[in-house]
């Protein structure tokens, strides 16, 4: 299969952020995109860019992309975030998935980090197994935190 890997450009955050909704109806959020193409446009390509993309282009279409930013370990130093890695349902098992992250770590190590870490929902079990099998460790002790911008609100306001 002949499938190309890039960074993504401007002209192609409309097909980022389908794919983006795509993993949000997979995911049982399908109402939780509430970013824009030109909101993602506006965090990627400006003099401060807020994340890197790569997509897969097979047959002139996006059909994946990969997607992070980089974070900061008291630990370690700098680290890369893979916030989402998705094939579009009809192309995945192709490997396309693999050279997408492929492309990430190597983003990554390319950047100096220390490590690359992500999330993944403990009943995606396809997932699970493609991460340990690509070398990854799942940690089952660590729990993920996270405020909406409700719960934001309603801290400062509590503590002001």
Sequence with gaps: MNVEIRLAKEIDMEDVLSLIK??????KEPNA???T???LIAHAFSNSPL??????IFQNEIVGMSLGYP???TWKGPTMHLEDLIVTKKMRNYGIGKALFSSFIKYSHSQGVKRVEWAVLNWNTDAIKFYEANGATIYNDWQIA???EKA??????KNQ
């Design 22 to 27: 795509e993993l949000a109806i997979f995911e």
């Design 33 to 35: 995109v509430t970013l």
């Design 37 to 39: 193409a030109k909101d």
């Design 51 to 56: 994340f890197v993309c790569f997509v897969a």
């Design 71 to 73: 974070r900061y370990s």
């Design 146 to 148: 996270q405020m909406n």
């Design 152 to 157: 934001m609100n309603n801290f400062i306001i």
